[in-house]
Each structure stands twice: as structure tokens, then as C-alpha cells.
């Protein structure tokens, strides 16, 4: 029994003729009439009288009918209410993010929620990945934004943007003199990272594609710490572009694109799949596309109203 067969047979009621109910239903007469006849198999009853002019349903039938209504109401009041509350702009929201993106995303949102739905009552963390999606699972946070691939199938991903790695370079470094810094060069020379700790990583150690493969290896800490480091102690680290506008302007001159390839990474949100707040979720979107560089958003980013 399915709650289309219930809506054919009050449609039948409602018309008292299977042509009309079809016709409304969007059906063919036939496919109509095997739909009933499946429902009055299934509950082994007959439910219209095919020889009365109009057709009207049996004592049994009627009684089916009313509560087939009540069912259907019912139904509709769930629908609504879970429209209501994927409509909703107002309450907690708990957003946790990896660290190497907070700076560059807290002051927008807040910003940009308190600007355009002040009744949400926005809570940020920085987490690690892994704690983001434990998060998540125990429905303990309701978005996380991480990098991506989550590769999570519990959880929907959203990909908001993709950015190139740029170097950054002590002066006293011989790479310093590059205007670009291949990235094979960097294999096999240590580079600071955040990852465990702030450390150096000595990239001789690691297979070469893990070597040129850096995103995992900066987590747990700020980009401004690596690039004091390097300032004062040497060496070279690994800056998100989006971060270039957070590094004061006269150290922006030890940046150094990196190429033959660019390391990039994708950021994403990730969410339960049994997330249903869809105005929420496109606050954020919004948001997020009111503080990234257009250049640099995902197609999916483009959308203007996503939908769960």
C-alpha cells in the first residue's frame, strides 16, 4: 500500500467516475484501474461498486477511504512541517572548520549572517578533520568545512572552492631568488609544517607523489605561525591563496607561485545526508560566496539555490 494508491482512490471518490480521477491523477484510465485493483488485492477487499452510474465505493470502501484521508492529511502535515523547518532562518548553528580556513572565513560570516539573518545564533570551532567528522556523525556539529575528498558515504559534500599552494620563502633561502618555485624542487628539502606539531618535514623520507601532495600536512595550527617561523628561523612553508590577503602587504614579496604542477587543494562543507535545513545550509553558501574570490569557486558554487 503507498500513499499514491490512497490519493487514487479518494480521487475516485471525489469524481466517481475512473476517466475524471484519471485524468486529474495524471494516469491513463487503465493504469488507474490496475492500481486499485492491486490496493483491493492487497487488502483483499473490493473497494468501488464498477457497476453503479456514477461508481461509489463499498461500505468497506468508504470506511477505507475516510481513514485514507486522514492518512494522507497526515502526511501532508509532516511535509509541511519539514518544509517549514528546511525554511527556517533562526537558532544555533554550529559550524566547525579546519584551521588553515578559519581566518579566512570567520570574520565574513559572521559579518555576512549578521547583516542578513540575525536570529541565527552562529557558533564556530576549529577542529582537525578527523574531529569534524566524528562531529558530524554524532550530529554534534551541523557543518564541518574540511578538505576534500571527505570520502565519507554517511555524508554529502558540498565542494565551495578550489586554491593553488603558493611558497612562502625566507630571504636567506636559495629559493628566494625564483620568481616561480617548481615543485619538483621542493622534494627533498624540508618545509615547515603544522601537521603533528609545527616541524620541519623532510620530504627525502616520503614517496614522491605524498612529497608533492601537501594538503594533509597542514592541520592544527595558523598559517601566521609557519610564515614567523620562517622569518625567523629560515626555510620555506606552504600558504592557501586565500590567505595571501591576511599576510601583511610588505611580506607578501616572500610569496612564490608554485608550478610543473600547482599543488592545490578543494575545500568543501560536508554534511549529514539526513541534514534537512536547506536555508541554513544556503546562508552559509551565500556567505561563503560573499568572502572567496569568484574565480576560485566550484561550478556547484554558482548554483543559486541548492537543494537537499
Not at 636559495?174 to 619538483?184: L, Q
Amino acid at each position: 500500500m503507498t500513499l499514491q494508491q490512497l490519493r487514487y482512490i479518494v480521487s475516485i471518490d471525489q469524481y466517481r467516475h475512473f476517466g475524471k480521477a484519471a485524468e486529474a491523477c495524471g494516469l491513463t484510465q487503465s493504469t488507474l484501474s490496475l492500481m486499485v485493483k492491486k490496493l483491493e488485492e492487497e487488502l483483499d477487499v473490493i473497494l468501488f461498486d464498477r457497476d453503479a452510474h456514477p461508481v461509489r465505493p463499498t461500505e468497506m470502501g468508504s470506511k477505507v477511504i475516510d481513514k485514507a484521508r486522514v492518512v494522507l492529511y497526515n502526511a501532508a502535515q509532516i511535509t509541511e512541517m519539514t518544509r517549514s523547518e528546511k525554511m527556517i532562518l533562526s537558532g544555533p548553528l554550529q559550524l566547525a572548520m579546519i584551521s588553515t580556513v578559519a581566518p579566512v572565513l570567520v570574520p565574513g560570516l559572521f559579518k555576512y549572517i549578521g547583516d542578513n539573518a540575525p536570529a541565527i545564533s552562529l557558533q564556530t570551532k576549529e577542529m582537525l578533520s578527523d574531529t569534524i567528522l566524528d562531529r558530524l556523525h554524532k550530529a554534534e556539529v551541523d557543518m564541518g568545512i574540511l578538505s576534500a575528498p571527505v570520502g565519507d558515504p554517511e555524508l554529502l559534500e558540498i565542494p565551495l572552492w578550489t586554491e593553488r599552494y603558493f611558497a612562502y620563502v625566507s630571504d636567506r633561502d636559495p629559493a628566494y631568488a625564483r620568481e616561480v618555485i617548481p615543485a619538483r624542487s621542493l622534494i627533498g628539502r624540508p618545509v615547515w609544517i603544522m601537521k603533528d606539531g609545527v616541524r620541519l618535514l623532510d620530504t627525502s623520507s616520503l614517496p614522491q607523489s605524498e612529497a608533492l601532495n601537501y594538503e594533509h600536512y597542514f592541520e592544527g595550527g595558523r598559517v601566521g605561525t609557519l610564515i614567523q617561523i620562517v622569518n625567523d628561523s629560515g626555510g620555506l612553508t606552504m600558504v592557501p591563496e586565500t590567505h595571501i590577503d591576511l599576510i601583511l602587504f610588505s611580506l607578501q614579496k616572500h610569496l612564490r607561485p608554485i608550478a610543473d604542477p600547482e599543488l592545490k587543494r578543494t575545500i568543501c562543507l560536508a554534511i549529514r545526508k539526513d541534514y534537512i535545513h536547506e536555508s541554513l545550509l544556503n546562508v552559509v553558501i551565500r556567505a561563503i560566496k560573499s568572502i572567496i574570490p569568484a574565480t576560485l569557486l566550484t561550478p556547484v558554487m554558482r548554483e543559486e539555490y541548492l537543494r537537499l
